[in-house]
């Protein structure tokens, strides 16, 4: 099978026009016509694929400290919009579901890129895999990571997966 990718890809959603990572940022990019969005993935303490960039929750979030000492249920409380505009006061950190979710009915493809948990990157993708094979996509996906152990586990996990390492 082939991987047919456009040359526009929504980074983080269309991260300049709503917060990074969020539902409204992917919305956006969906009303813009783009075809594929990439998003950034970490997990929770409980396991739980979501989307944040950074490796810790300061910058984007009212929560301060590493994600990994965090369940999803006290994640998806956090606040990630204010920092961006007060229209965005009830904006959340989705579940990589929700946004595979969201992708799938939109027939939008998503670039998941797994971000470094240090000390956590296998349980990371095992997380992931688990998730991609639990729901069926009938939209296109593409792993990519600056971590080469992350993506050779996750074609080893998923061999029929496309996947790159960032450089």
């Given at each position: ?73 006290d994640i ?21 579901e929700e ?69």
């Amino acid at each position: 099978m082939k991987l047919e990718l456009p040359k526009l890809i929504g980074h983080r959603g269309v991260k300049d026009l709503a917060p990074e990572n969020t539902l409204d940022s992917i919305h956006k990019a969906i009303s813009l016509n783009l075809k594929w969005v990439e998003v950034d993935v970490k997990i929770s303490k409980n396991k739980i694929p979501f989307l944040l960039h950074d490796d810790k929750l300061n910058r984007t979030t009212n929560f301060k400290g590493n994600p990994i000492n965090y369940n999803y249920n006290d994640i998806s409380n956090m606040n990630c919009g204010l920092w961006f505009d007060k229209r965005y006061k009830n904006t959340y950190p989705p579940s990589l579901e929700e946004v595979l979710l969201l992708c799938n009915k939109k027939n939008i493809g998503v670039n998941i890129e797994l971000k470094p948990n240090k000390g956590f990157e296998k349980k990371n993708v095992k997380a992931v895999v688990k998730l991609i094979s639990k729901i069926k996509l009938k939209s296109k996906y593409y792993f990519s990571s600056f971590n080469w152990e992350s993506v050779i586990l996750v074609k080893k996990l998923l061999p029929k997966s496309f996947a790159g390492i960032l450089i």
